[in-house]
Nanobody, 127 residues
Framework: QVQFVESGGRSVQPGDSLRLSCAASGLTLGDYAIGWFRQVPGMRREGVSCVSASDGSTYYADSVKGRFTTSRDNAMSTVYLEMNNLKPEDTAVYYC????????????????????WGQGTQVTVSS
């Protein structure tokens, strides 16, 4: 059984940093591109970042580019999302998932390509 578990979310102040973790089990993490997404209640889930399976290359949404960094440790079967200079608009539930259709992250990837969604971890940025 494949399972993704996100952790590390909490309440922080604007300008603070957080590191989220995505622990995978039941699959060989290195075979998949892994995406981070976030969702605010009542809004569509938004793609935040992606780290490729093939070469470890990354892709970021414009809203987080330069502030967020995603990385992977295949040996530990874990993917990370380092978030710096957090803003109130980063407040959301953050999810990770595996892309079943491509190993290389591209801007054209769609949410339906992803599976094995975790339960999410809440990040709240507020003063």
């Amino acid at each position: 059984q494949v399972q993704f578990v996100e952790s590390g979310g909490r309440s922080v102040q604007p300008g603070d940093s957080l590191r989220l973790s995505c622990a995978a089990s039941g699959l060989t993490l290195g075979d998949y591109a892994i995406g981070w997404f976030r969702q605010v209640p009542g809004m569509r889930r938004e793609g935040v970042s992606c780290v490729s399976a093939s070469d470890g290359s990354t892709y970021y949404a414009d809203s987080v580019k330069g502030r967020f960094t995603t990385s992977r440790d295949n040996a530990m079967s874990t993917v990370y999302l380092e978030m710096n200079n957090l803003k109130p608009e980063d407040t959301a539930v953050y999810y990770c998932a595996a892309n079943l259709m491509r190993r290389l992250c591209t801007p054209g990837a769609r949410e339906y390509e992803y599976a094995y969604w975790g339960q999410g971890t809440q990040v709240t940025v507020s003063s």
